[in-house]
């Protein structure tokens, strides 16, 4: 054990999975010399030569769609995009070829997309974005949005070994930010299985990525208060952990579905329908949703912050909801 | 002005055995130019008496394209055919039944009814099953070589393109990235000179396609696409200079497409003269002609094979309709791939 930031936590994992397995490579613009925009793969080239850290040109398609050829050559790829929001340009190869390929011609495809995700940092438009929720409409995608350095590691191990296109939603505000003790040997973290990051007996909240982290510090000034909040990782939302999340809302009664991407459309929406389908009898309070707005993620700072739900937006949603 | 190097026609016997085809091979060849054709006409059939689903789509005019370069890939090579190039398939070794089984939807095509049409390939075969979107499994090609290249297999992939798609963004970054890193990849492109009503000059606005190649680093050749012996010996040079490691080249197949897009459209709008002048370089009686003047086939040899196709497909026909329909119940199943099934030559 030692204490890793998000970021080696990443970067150990996938070290670790090419020191193991000669079938995994990585591909992605400047991951090679420069070691990735982010310096997930820095040192890699050296330790594992130009052809299994390869330097792509400024082309997603190919890529995506390489790394769909090479998955199904039996090899396991790792593309990173350089920011989640140029996956735009991969969508394509991405939902049109790999996701189907399975269902519809029963050739897996087992290749991992690295995404660096999320603002907070004025990165604009187009360098924040959460797109999870448009590929968890997709069949055929798995979607994984770890939170802690711990399920960084492990939930990358498993999509490298799992047999289908799985994209991995590293959220960019947490790299530096979160550290905690991560094992180092290897470890595998299921998907589909929630996490229960904190205890609570009043309200839930069923959330992932970042959001973790500001749910939590909500969850914090309302203790004082003397109102009890769950916090419910989901780590994956395909798949994701349905029982846990009807397990903890039937328990506190009282549901905060809370993401930083987008309202409409959003994965948010899927959830509280199932809530509302399922366990309708256990609420004591109409499910409520805490979300960006549905505009484009703004560049100045005092817009970011009105756009990205803060933790003083989760604490009164949490205080209406316990006051319901 | 042409950049792309024109290939010239191939002439003798001698000249073909020194590009690696005996005699059987040819006739095998001619076969499976034969069972081609004979496939998307009984296709015609099928779809008039309302046994096919959905559209139909055929590669008249292509059998020679498709036929020749598969028949220049080794066995463990790879490939991303489309839907003209039902002759890779045949020329791979697909059953004819399983085709006529995936045109109507039945349970024993190779996608069990899931997708139809020439969407369908057999993985086995070291075929990848192309999708709608054009041309879209050019990456994926790309994807295999670098596959083979990472783990320093003598392997090739070939990666077939429409012109019209060509004018698409796959394309480029394919071939770009290809180009790049000089991977064992052959691009062939059949230009039928239609993309659906488009034709070629509101497509692209150089002579050749092929031209384009340098561009890209690596060599463009256009090959009269019904010359099926000229498509194999620039086929074969190409991929084995792939296989030694010196890059991709650009091949472009020049054919019409004899028959409108799909079975829907009449193509109005391609000129009558345009369809008597290409009608008159009929690949397979093209072949035929040369197996006659420069490889001894005569009558009872040709009526051979001949029958022996038409008996292959009457049967397949038969066994394709005795496949049941899928059963809706299992829609749902293989979404996701499991562990288990990465059990396939390709994860070995
Ligand atoms: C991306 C995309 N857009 C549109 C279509 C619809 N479409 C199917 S085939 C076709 C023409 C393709 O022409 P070409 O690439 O020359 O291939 P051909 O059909 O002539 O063999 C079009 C427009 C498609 N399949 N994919
Ligand atoms: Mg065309």
């Known amino acids: ?36 925009a982010f310096k997930v793969t820095l040192g890699f080239q050296e330790e594992f030569g130009p052809w299994r850290v390869i330097d792509a040109p400024l082309s997603e398609t190919a890529i995506v769609g390489g790394c769909t050829g090479a998955a199904i050559m039996g090899l396991r790829p790792v593309a990173e995009m ?13 939902v049109t070829v790999a996701a189907k390929q399975r269902w519809r011609a029963g050739t897996p495809v087992p290749m991992t ?41 492990g939930l990358l191990v498993t999509a490298i070994e799992d047999p289908n296109p799985v994209l991995y939603f590293e959220h960019k505000h947490l790299y530096r930010r979160i550290k905690a003790e991560v094992p180092d040997d290897r470890y595998t973290t299921p998907f589909g299985q929630a996490r229960i990051h904190r205890e609570g007996d009043d309200v839930s909240v069923i959330t992932w990525g970042a959001m973790v982290w500001t749910a939590a510090e909500a969850a914090q000034q309302l203790e004082d208060d003397g109102i009890s909040v769950e916090i419910v990782d989901l780590r994956t939302l395909v798949p994701w952990d349905k029982k846990a999340v009807l397990e903890s809302v039937s328990k506190t009664s009282k549901v905060l579905v809370l993401h930083e991407d987008t309202h409409t459309g959003g994965f948010g929406g899927e959830i509280a329908a199932t809530i509302a389908e399922e366990v309708f009898e256990d609420l004591d309070a109409p499910v409520k949703r805490l979300t960006a707005p549905d505009t484009p993620v703004p560049f100045s700072p005092p817009l970011e912050k009105a756009f990205i739900p803060q ?14 | 002005m042409a950049i792309a190097r024109e290939a ?80 890779v398939h045949i020329s791979r070794g697909v059953e004819p039944w399983r085709i006529f089984a995936q045109y109507m939807g039945r349970a024993d095509g190779p996608t069990h009814g899931r997708d139809g049409n020439v969407h369908m390939a057999d993985s086995r075969l070291g075929l990848l099953a192309m999708v709608s979107h054009l041309p879209a499994m050019l990456p994926v090609a790309v994807g295999c070589a670098l ?93 084995e200079k792939a296989r030694g490691g010196d890059g991709p080249t650009l091949i472009e197949c020049l054919t019409l497409r004899m028959e409108g897009h799909a079975v829907h459209d009449d193509a109005f709008y391609v000129p009558k003269d345009m369809f008597e002048r290409w009608a008159s370089s009929d690949p397979i009686e093209r072949f035929r002609t040369w197996l006659r003047e ?55």
């Open chain 1, 1 to 36: 054990m030692a204490e890793k930031t998000y970021l080696q936590a990443i970067s150990d994992g996938l070290r670790q999975e090419m020191r193991r397995d000669k079938r995994v490579f990585v591909i992605g613009e400047d991951v090679g010399v420069y070691g990735g």
């Open chain 1, 82 to 94: 350089q920011f989640s929001d140029f996956i735009s340009c991969g969508w394509d190869q991405l």
């Open chain 1, 113 to 153: 997309v690295r995404l660096p995700s999320g603002g907070g940092f004025s990165g604009g438009p187009f360098h924040s974005q959460n797109p999870e929720s448009s590929f968890a409409h997709i069949p055929g995608l798995k979607i994984v949005c770890p939170a802690t350095p711990e399920d960084a590691k």
């Open chain 1, 311 to 324: 933790v003083d937006d989760v604490a009164s949603a949490l205080r209406e909801l316990a006051e319901y």
């Open chain 2, 8 to 87: 010239e026609p191939v002439g003798s016997l001698q000249e073909v055995k020194e590009a690696g085809l005996d005699r059987e091979d040819l006739l095998g060849v001619y076969r499976n130019m034969l069972i081609t054709r004979g496939i998307e006409e009984r296709g015609h059939i099928l779809y008039k008496q309302g046994k096919i689903p959905g559209s139909f789509y055929t590669g008249r005019g292509n059998e020679a394209a498709a036929v020749g370069v598969a028949t220049a890939m080794d066995d463990q090579d790879v490939g991303t055919p489309l839907h003209r190039d039902m002759g």
């Open chain 2, 147 to 239: 596959a083979f290249r990472i783990r320093e297999e003598k392997r090739v992939a070939v990666g077939w393109f429409g012109e019209g798609a060509s004018a698409r963004g796959d394309c480029h970054e394919a071939m770009n990235l290809a180009g790049v890193r000089k991977l064992p990849v052959v691009f062939v492109c059949d230009n039928n000179q239609w993309a659906y009503s488009t034709p070629t000059y509101l497509e692209y606005a150089t002579e050749h396609v092929a031209d384009r190649a340098e561009a890209y680093g690596f060599e463009g050749v256009v090959v009269d696409g019904t010359d099926v012996l000229a498509v194999y010996r620039e086929s074969r040079r190409a991929i």
């Open chain 2, 294 to 348: 420069h490889a001894e086939l005569g009558d009872a040899e040709e009526d051979e094979i001949t029958s022996g196709v038409k008996k292959l497909l009457n049967e397949a026909l038969t066994r394709a309709e005795e496949s049941p329909l899928p059963d809706p119940s299992s829609l749902a199943e293989g979404v996701f791939a499991t562990p288990e099934d990465l059990d396939t030559p390709h994860h070995k």
